[in-house]
């Protein structure tokens, strides 16, 4: 005898994190929230808020001055790249710009 039912697919995303020893799924994220292709992201953003620490493979760009102890942490390019152009501007420092796919560059006070 063959089941010829359909099966219901769970495919809610899950993320985990390591450090808090848990996995959690993001039917809230998607469903209470609506965030759809954000979830992720804001769970991620959210958990660093609430811990201090991001969750397991979630790769983070980040800007770090060359001659001072000011950088910034952020889960896109185009944030951490802002804040580095705008400290470089206003302080004349080199920033230096790293992501989590191990992409480095400098960005440079302009003249």
């Given amino acids: ?3 010829d039912a359909p099966h219901e697919i769970d495919d809610t995303p899950t993320i985990a994190c390591s450090r808090c020893d848990r996995e959690w799924d993001l039917a809230y ?3 209470e929230m609506g965030l759809g292709n954000q979830a992720v992201e804001q ?3 959210d958990h660093m808020r609430h811990t201090g ?3 397991d493979d979630v790769a983070t760009w980040r800007a770090n001055c060359r001659q001072c102890p ?3 942490e952020q889960l896109a390019e185009h944030g951490v790249r802002r804040w ?3 400290h470089a501007r206003h302080t004349r420092h080199d920033v230096e710009i ?3 796919d191990d992409k480095q560059s400098v960005v440079s006070p302009s003249e």
């Fill in 53 to 55: 620490h991001f969750p």
């Fill in 98 to 100: 790293r992501g989590g």
């Fill in 70 to 72: 000011a950088s910034e």
């Fill in 29 to 31: 994220e998607l469903d």
């Fill in 1 to 3: 005898m063959t089941d």
């Fill in 43 to 45: 769970f991620a953003l």
């Fill in 84 to 86: 580095a152009e705008l």
